[in-house]
Nanobody
Framework: QVQLVESGGGLVQAGGSLRLSCAAS????????MGWFRQVPGKERALVTE????????YYANSVKGRFTISRDNAKNTVYLQMNSLKPEDTAVYYC????????????????WGQGTQVTVSS
């Protein structure tokens, strides 16, 4: 069983930056694919980005390409989401996720989830 705990959310002005962190524990989390989803009220949770256990492959949703970067530090069992040039439409609850399998597209359906962290971008 893998436990995921997110941190780093908050309020930022449009054009600003935030970095989210997700600490994983339990199981062999360093060998898992990990990623970030986001959800706004009334909409389904959507994949933002995903990374393989080695960091060799990454997937990004078109809406965040060139602005967001996912990375991981397996020694710390932590994955990061660096968010730059934030827009009001990036406002959402961001969820960390993990799974044994990397998918590399928006159909990734991970087994493990964090509780979420709110990101609010003001205009």
């Amino acid at each position: 069983q893998v436990q995921l705990v997110e941190s780093g959310g908050g309020l930022v002005q449009a054009g600003g930056s935030l970095r989210l962190s997700c600490a994983a524990s339990g199981g062999t989390s360093s060998s898992y694919a990990m990623g970030w989803f986001r959800q706004v009220p009334g909409k389904e949770r959507a994949l933002v980005t995903e990374i393989t256990w080695s960091g060799s492959r990454r997937y990004y949703a078109n809406s965040v390409k060139g602005r967001f970067t996912i990375s991981r530090d397996n020694a710390k069992n932590t994955v990061y989401l660096q968010m730059n040039s934030l827009k009001p439409e990036d406002t959402a609850v961001y969820y960390c996720a993990a799974d044994e399998r990397y998918r590399g597209d928006s159909s990734w359906d991970p087994d493990y989830w964090g509780q979420g962290t709110q990101v609010t971008v003001s205009s």
